[in-house]
């Protein structure tokens, strides 16, 4: 009865998404759209904040960081995706699958800390104008981005525990009962 539902040691047979209906070519059609549309997008973005002195100031540095991570988010899976449509072949191997598993939950999580830390960004321009460059200096900015990026790399290290970090609060005391 589950005989369609197989998964061999080697790789996962992926199932459901693409066959052989005009409602899958017009849904690979946009996936494609929305994939090239982003990727230009992005790159466009890097190349003119790169190429335009007035805009080397630390919020649209780290917005090309923000497009970096996006392009880099959207190219784990889409390439995959693609090829396996336009081969035919539906599935994927096991160290494919937590690599590309991988790369999208930390590149998220990264992207998370990239735009909580351009909101601090945001909140010193708009709250302290005349302090912002003194605040948000060129180095600022650079720890900002590298802070995000060093995320990818903690993100998924499983050896960190709370109880093993000092200077925690609740390390040896009970929880409070109300």
């Known amino acids: 009865m589950w005989g369609w539902n197989q998964t061999s040691p080697e790789d996962f047979i992926l199932q459901g998404l693409f066959d052989e209906s005009f409602f899958s070519l017009c849904l690979f059609l946009l996936i494609m759209l ?3 549309t982003a990727g230009s997008g992005n790159s466009l973005t890097i190349l003119l904040i790169c190429a335009d002195p007035r805009l080397h100031t630390p919020m ?3 917005l090309s960081q923000l497009s970096l991570m ?10 995959k995706m693609v090829t396996n449509y336009l081969s ?3 599935s994927i191997s096991f160290v494919g699958c937590a690599t590309q598993h991988f790369m999208y939950l930390c590149l998220g999580g990264a992207e998370c800390v990239l735009l909580a830390l351009m909101s601090y960004d945001r909140y010193v321009a708009i709250c302290h104008p005349l302090r912002y460059t003194v605040l948000m200096s060129r180095i600022v900015g650079v720890m900002m981005a ?3 990026w060093l995320c990818i790399c903690e993100l998924p290290n499983p050896h960190i525990h709370l109880d093993e970090l000092p200077f925690l609060w609740f390390k040896n005391h009970p929880p409070l009962l109300l």
């Open 34 to 36: 929305v994939f090239l």
């Open 60 to 62: 649209y540095f780290l």
């Open 70 to 79: 996006d392009l880099m988010q959207v190219s784990t899976t889409i390439p």
């Open 88 to 90: 035919g072949k539906k």
């Open 146 to 148: 590298v802070m995000s």
